[in-house]
Nanobody, 115 residues
Framework: QVQLVESGGGLVEPGGSLSLSCVAS????????MAWYRQAPGKQRELVAS???????SYADSVKVRFTISRDTAKNTVYLQINSLQPEDTAVYYC?????????WGQGTLVTVSF
């Protein structure tokens, strides 16, 4: 079973940056897709970025200029770099591992953008 642990969230002022991390442990088999989702208060969870086991990345149109997903395969870690943070980026950010019919979620990390 795969387990995911996110970290790196916090309170940041508008215009600031954050780097989120997701460490995966357990039986990780290719092919897979690792992704970051977010859920803002009162809204549905939405996909923001993904990276495949082959290194192919994909982004939601609303974030592709400011968000960068990357990974360190040796550390089984996926990162999400968020620049020029805006109040509307406030959300719980979740890491997801998907392989065939298996979908595993982390516990989430809260990002709050405010003065």
């Amino acid at each position: 079973q795969v387990q995911l642990v996110e970290s790196g969230g916090g309170l940041v002022e508008p215009g600031g940056s954050l780097s989120l991390s997701c460490v995966a442990s357990g039986n990780i088999f290719s092919p897979y897709v690792m992704a970051w989702y977010r859920q803002a208060p009162g809204k549905q969870r939405e996909l923001v970025a993904s990276i495949s086991s082959g290194g192919i990345t994909s982004y939601a149109d609303s974030v592709k200029v400011r968000f960068t997903i990357s990974r360190d395969t040796a550390k089984n870690t996926v990162y999400l770099q968020i620049n020029s943070l805006q109040p509307e980026d406030t959300a719980v950010y979740y890491c997801n591992y998907r392989r065939v019919v298996t979908s595993i979620w982390g516990q989430g990390t809260l990002v709050t953008v405010s003065f």
